[in-house]
């Protein structure tokens, strides 16, 4: 008796497995031309993905933005298009569940993710940020972060600018993001300020006279643009004085020659005014100690 029932559940269980097999093969034979369209589809997209993304390459080489703003706006106009495909490959296979269930699971993926990569994500973000900035583009003079130099890379990790001794400088875009820059190359004419001073003997409306015509004699000042000469205080052996003037200013090297001629261009005029730029002495006396030798006469107090 109990050898027929194990009999008859096998035959039930190869039945069973044999329709299951047959309703499978079946369902692949329906559909079967939905997942060769589906892989089309999906081939079609990534063809045309890979395509599109050059002509969108090449029109930003053509247009005035920068190589950062390229690189970011091809990749995720080529990931967007591929991600388009697989939706509708999915779509023509009727996996609207599959489809839900994978957005929820990237959902999960990329919360874990961010969490474990917080610091590299928010350099991406900041990297995406940085690109998409008019004010810092490859090839401006930047000082941020204690560190100056022209911009030569920006990427989605980092900025990389090199240093007057030609090092190169790599600053997380986390570091630009969230600190303030000075860029010297997105205006042309900047003002530069130089300090000096001169000895109070001095007739000052006469001293400011000469320095501001020096100055207007080597450096042309534009519509908008004027000098300003400023006394600022009596030092110990001066009369100090600040002059700012505008000039062509792109980088820092710039502002080191304007100075540079500027001081050649005052030092010039003072020499023919006979106007004197003091500078502190001070004299260091060091006495003689004398000393004074006095004999000291012991006697006995008995005498």
Request: glycine letters at 6%; a neutral charge; hydrophobic letters at 45%.
């Amino acid at each position: 008796m109990q050898d027929s029932e194990v009999v008859e559940n096998t035959k039930k269980t190869w039945s069973e497995l044999t329709t299951k097999v047959y309703d499978w093969a079946d369902s692949l034979v329906m559909n079967l031309p939905n997942f060769i369209l589906a892989v089309v589809v999906l081939i079609l997209f990534i063809i045309f993905a890979k395509y599109s993304s050059k002509l969108v390459d090449k029109i930003f080489k053509k247009s005035s933005a920068q190589d950062s703003i390229r690189t970011v706006s091809v990749k995720v106009f080529k990931v967007a298009i591929i991600v388009l495909g697989l939706f509708l490959s999915l779509g023509i296979l009727n996996l609207n569940t599959v489809l839900t269930s994978i957005l929820g699971a990237a959902g999960v993926v990329g919360l874990a993710v961010g969490f474990a990569l917080q610091g590299t994500l928010h350099n991406t973000f900041a990297g995406v940020i940085i690109s998409f900035i008019p004010k810092l583009q490859i090839g401006d003079w930047i000082e941020t972060n204690d560190y100056s130099g022209f911009v030569v890379d920006i990427n989605l990790r980092s900025v990389v600018i090199q240093s007057v001794d030609y090092n190169l400088v790599v600053i997380p875009n986390s570091k630009i993001v969230d600190s303030p820059f000075k860029n010297f190359s997105r205006t042309p004419r900047g003002r530069v300020i130089l300090s000096c001073g001169v000895g109070y003997e001095s007739d000052l409306p006469k001293v400011q006279e000469i320095t501001e015509n020096a100055i207007k004699a080597k450096f042309e000042q534009r519509p908008g643009e004027s000098i300003q000469f400023f006394y600022t205080e009596f030092g110990s052996s001066s009369i100090n004085y600040v002059i700012r003037f505008w000039t062509d200013v792109t980088n820092q090297a710039d502002v080191y020659k304007a100075q540079h001629a500027a001081i050649l261009a005052i030092k010039e005029a003072y020499n023919e005014q006979n106007i004197n730029i003091p500078f502190p002495i001070r004299t260091l006396d060091f006495g003689k100690n004398k000393f004074r030798s006095e004999a000291l006469d012991i006697r006995d107090a008995r005498d």
